[in-house]
């Protein structure tokens, strides 16, 4: 116990000092592996292995699809349609923003760029018609975290590598809870707009509806072409980025013409960052995890928790408050790969469904993506446009984040909400 103490302490230290979260790991593992004369060539070894993973291999894919996608407009496209069919509803022009953001999400992974891709052509859109412009962005903002929970899912791709668990079942365990937790935010949507304060659009007719949806059917069919091809075991996880790739490419280039072939290198360069910063942080944190494991302290960690007999429930409590509070100073793939080395074997000990728990936790990390001060999602909708301040989006959110939490709560309470569908598609 007085290594993890250490480990902590060193961690912290390091951290506080203001380096970044994967070369604070780096550096915390090289200098246990001096302080405890562990054998350097670790270092090497566990950072190659880590990035020389098939699966690994689908997080660039995706994120360059999101990118080529973003570039494309196809978010545009989407907002249309949705908007089409639930415009004259009460909160209709909110309604088809959420439904919008679920289907992006089905497509991208991405939080940050569900987010920015319908917060730009959603926000003015709302507040022309009159739409409280705390309440637009907040829901703009929380919208955007469904990218992470409805597959593919970058966070998800992650847990599955640490854990070893199958990402395919990880990605059929977040579609019931992410259409759930959209039907939510639909439902206060809903209740918040028969308030008044907007103007309400005119209904569609049948034939602008079919009209406009065939027009953007090829961009429709992307989400059902990843997800169904994972589903149906034609493609792994990463194969299904791959043609996700090729398919988003082909609708851009050929079919909507929003993008040039000379284009393409510059989008390239766009996806690179966002990359290279998870594979960073990959690296250091599976190092991180590998000292850990030579120091014997996940072990230690799970022979503390079983001989205090502690139940599987609360251990999950203790590690959601844990979750939250983290969630307000790291971003969701540090977080993830910074618990999961210490807590999977926990999970075995206490025979806890290592696929329920991923659900759990991503659940969790849709908060992080919106919770002061370091939620990704906030400074995404600030930046649409220029007379946007954080305040109004922090204010706006509030309602959304509760919501959340009390969806977190279910998804804890009702196991099956999560399990259900892998155990009927197995």
Request: charged share 10%; glycine share 8%; proline share 5%.
């Given at each position: 116990?007085?290594?993890?103490?250490?480990?902590?302490?060193?961690?912290?230290?390091?951290?506080?000092?203001?380096?970044?979260?994967?070369?604070?790991?780096?550096?915390?593992?090289?200098?246990?592996?001096?302080?405890?004369?562990?054998?350097?060539?670790?270092?090497?070894?566990?950072?190659?292995?880590?990035?020389?993973?098939?699966?690994?291999?689908?997080?660039?894919?995706?994120?360059?699809?999101?990118?080529?996608?973003?570039?494309?407009?196809?978010?545009?496209?989407?907002?249309?349609?949705?908007?089409?069919?639930?415009?004259?509803?009460?909160?209709?022009?909110?309604?088809?923003?959420?439904?919008?953001?679920?289907?992006?999400?089905?497509?991208?992974?991405?939080?940050?760029?569900?987010?920015?891709?319908?917060?730009?052509?959603?926000?003015?859109?709302?507040?022309?018609?009159?739409?409280?412009?705390?309440?637009?962005?907040?829901?703009?903002?929380?919208?955007?975290?469904?990218?992470?929970?409805?597959?593919?899912?970058?966070?998800?791709?992650?847990?599955?590598?640490?854990?070893?668990?199958?990402?395919?079942?990880?990605?059929?365990?977040?579609?019931v809870p992410g259409l759930i937790l959209a039907g939510l935010f639909i439902l206060y949507a809903i209740m918040k707009s028969k308030r008044g304060g907007f103007t309400p659009m005119p209904r569609t007719t049948w034939?602008?509806?079919?009209?406009?949806?065939?027009?953007?059917?090829?961009?429709?069919?992307?989400?059902?072409?990843?997800?169904?091809?994972?589903?149906?075991?034609?493609?792994?996880?990463?194969?299904?980025?791959?043609?996700?790739?090729?398919?988003?490419?082909?609708?851009?280039?050929?079919?909507?013409?929003?993008?040039?072939?000379?284009?393409?290198?510059?989008?390239?360069?766009?996806?690179?960052?966002?990359?290279?910063?998870?594979?960073?942080?990959?690296?250091?944190?599976?190092?991180?995890?590998?000292?850990?494991?030579?120091?014997?302290?996940?072990?230690?960690?799970?022979?503390?928790?079983?001989?205090?007999?502690?139940?599987?429930?609360?251990?999950?409590?203790?590690?959601?408050?844990?979750?939250?509070?983290?969630?307000?100073?790291?971003?969701?793939?540090?977080?993830?790969?910074?618990?999961?080395?210490?807590?999977?074997?926990?999970?075995?000990?206490?025979?806890?469904?290592?696929?329920?728990?991923?659900?759990?936790?991503?659940?969790?990390?849709t908060m992080a993506l919106v919770t002061p001060p370091v939620g990704m999602n906030l400074y995404v909708i600030c930046g649409i446009r220029n007379d946007v301040k954080m305040k109004d989006v922090i204010q706006g959110?509030?309602?959304?984040?509760?919501?959340?939490?009390?969806?977190?709560?279910?998804?804890?309470?009702?196991?099956?909400?999560?399990?259900?569908?892998?155990?009927?598609?197995?």
């Amino acid at each position: 116990m007085s290594e993890f103490l250490l480990v902590i302490l060193l961690l912290m230290l390091i951290l506080c000092m203001g380096l970044p979260v994967a070369f604070s790991l780096g550096a915390t593992s090289v200098a246990l592996i001096f302080l405890f004369g562990l054998p350097l060539k670790v270092v090497g070894a566990t950072m190659f292995s880590s990035l020389d993973s098939f699966t690994t291999l689908s997080i660039p894919i995706f994120v360059l699809m999101s990118q080529i996608l973003l570039d494309g407009r196809v978010g545009d496209d989407l907002f249309e349609v949705m908007n089409s069919w639930v415009r004259h509803l009460p909160g209709g022009l909110a309604i088809g923003t959420i439904l919008a953001c679920a289907f992006f999400a089905a497509i991208t992974g991405s939080g940050a760029a569900t987010a920015a891709t319908i917060g730009m052509v959603a926000y003015p859109a709302m507040i022309e018609r009159g739409y409280d412009k705390s309440f637009t962005l907040g829901l703009l903002a929380a919208g955007g975290t469904l990218g992470i929970l409805i597959p593919p899912s970058i966070p998800m791709i992650i847990y599955g590598t640490v854990t070893e668990d199958s990402v395919g079942r990880l990605f059929i365990a977040g579609v019931v809870p992410g259409l759930i937790l959209a039907g939510l935010f639909i439902l206060y949507a809903i209740m918040k707009s028969k308030r008044g304060g907007f103007t309400p659009m005119p209904r569609t007719t049948w034939n602008e509806r079919l009209s406009i949806t065939a027009k953007n059917i090829w961009g429709i069919l992307l989400p059902f072409i990843i997800i169904g091809g994972i589903y149906s075991g034609a493609f792994t996880p990463t194969e299904a980025a791959a043609v996700g790739l090729v398919y988003s490419l082909f609708v851009t280039v050929v079919v909507y013409r929003t993008i040039k072939v000379r284009d393409i290198p510059g989008i390239c360069l766009k996806s690179v960052p966002t990359s290279c910063m998870i594979a960073i942080i990959i690296a250091g944190a599976l190092l991180f995890g590998r000292v850990m494991a030579l120091l014997q302290i996940p072990q230690a960690l799970t022979e503390i928790v079983v001989e205090n007999k502690m139940s599987a429930l609360t251990f999950i409590i203790v590690m959601n408050l844990l979750m939250l509070l983290l969630g307000a100073m790291l971003e969701t793939v540090s977080i993830v790969l910074l618990t999961m080395p210490l807590v999977t074997p926990i999970l075995h000990a206490l025979g806890i469904d290592t696929i329920w728990y991923g659900v759990i936790l991503t659940v969790n990390m849709t908060m992080a993506l919106v919770t002061p001060p370091v939620g990704m999602n906030l400074y995404v909708i600030c930046g649409i446009r220029n007379d946007v301040k954080m305040k109004d989006v922090i204010q706006g959110v509030f309602p959304f984040i509760v919501i959340m939490i009390l969806f977190l709560v279910a998804t804890i309470a009702f196991p099956q909400m999560s399990l259900w569908l892998p155990s009927v598609m197995k």
